[in-house]
């Protein structure tokens, strides 16, 4: 089995920093894309930041320049460095892990299991 574990998060004023951790752990081969996503109240979920296994990252424009995504590989895990927050930040993130099991097995996707993120004006 696969886990994701989320860890960070939680209560910030406008323009603070917050920091984001996920560790993945259990049966893994080897993991592709690593990334963040988020959804609001009344929102789809939407893709935050991702990162491969080379290190490769791409943003959402609403974050560029503020989130910086970041990953171990020998540890398996993936960060995202939020600064400059702002009200429209809030939201749930989690992060997803697109991996293998085995060296011929499926690559699927697992998420974490969410953390808060709420940024008051």
């Known amino acids: 089995q696969v886990q994701l574990v989320q860890s960070g998060g939680g209560l910030v004023q406008a323009g603070g920093s917050l920091r984001l951790s996920c560790a993945a752990s259990?049966?893994?081969?080897?993991?592709?894309?690593m990334g963040w996503y988020r959804q609001a109240p009344g929102k789809q979920r939407e893709s935050v930041a991702i990162?491969?296994?080379?290190?490769?990252?791409n943003y959402a424009d609403s974050v560029k320049g503020r989130f910086t995504i970041s990953r171990d590989n020998a540890k398996n895990t993936v960060h995202l460095q939020m600064n400059s927050l702002k009200p429209e930040d809030t939201a749930v993130y989690y992060c997803?892990?697109?991996?293998?099991?085995?060296?011929?097995?499926?690559?699927?996707?697992?998420w974490g299991q969410g953390t808060q993120v709420t940024v008051s004006s």
């Open positions: 997803k892990a697109d991996l293998r099991m085995s060296m011929r097995g499926d690559r699927r996707d697992y």
């Open positions: 990162i491969t296994s080379g290190g490769i990252t």
């Open positions: 259990g049966s893994i081969f080897s993991i592709n894309v």
